[in-house]
Nanobody
Framework: VQLVESGGGLVQPGGSLRLSCAAS????????MGWYRQAPGKQRELVAD??????NYADSVKGRFTISRDNAQNTVYLQMNSLKPEDTAVYYC????????????????WGQGTQVTVSS
């Protein structure tokens, strides 16, 4: 199973970015998908996740970020608006996946990370 992210970059404060993460491989089903971020010197933290259509957001991004999912494409998106310098971090995609081979739900599926830098 692979998770491949795209869409990071450099943006000015107040700007927007859209991250994408596509899952591929021997996937029987996807239970949940989400985004985490890790800033230099800080622990990785949950940004947002989506499970069976229910969304969950960190307080720091509520009202600015929107997570969505395309089940047919095994893809999750993160629309980030009104970006702030404190949003600067490496953003990681995570998924809860059942593989055909194991038929067990596992959550240790991560993308390689994409850098988001908010700076003027």
């Amino acid at each position: 199973v692979q998770l491949v992210e795209s869409g990071g970059g450099l943006v000015q404060p107040g700007g927007s970015l859209r991250l994408s993460c596509a899952a591929s491989g021997s996937i029987f089903s996807i239970y949940s998908m989400g985004w985490y971020r890790q800033a230099p010197g800080k622990q990785r933290e949950l940004v947002a996740d989506i499970t069976s259509g229910r969304t969950n957001y960190a307080d720091s991004v509520k009202g600015r970020f929107t997570i969505s999912r395309d089940n047919a494409q095994n893809t999750v998106y993160l629309q980030m608006n009104s970006l702030k310098p404190e949003d600067t971090a490496v953003y990681y995609c995570n998924a809860g996946i059942v593989q055909y081979t194991t038929q067990k739900l596992g959550f240790d599926y991560w993308g390689q990370g994409t850098q988001v830098t908010v700076s003027s």
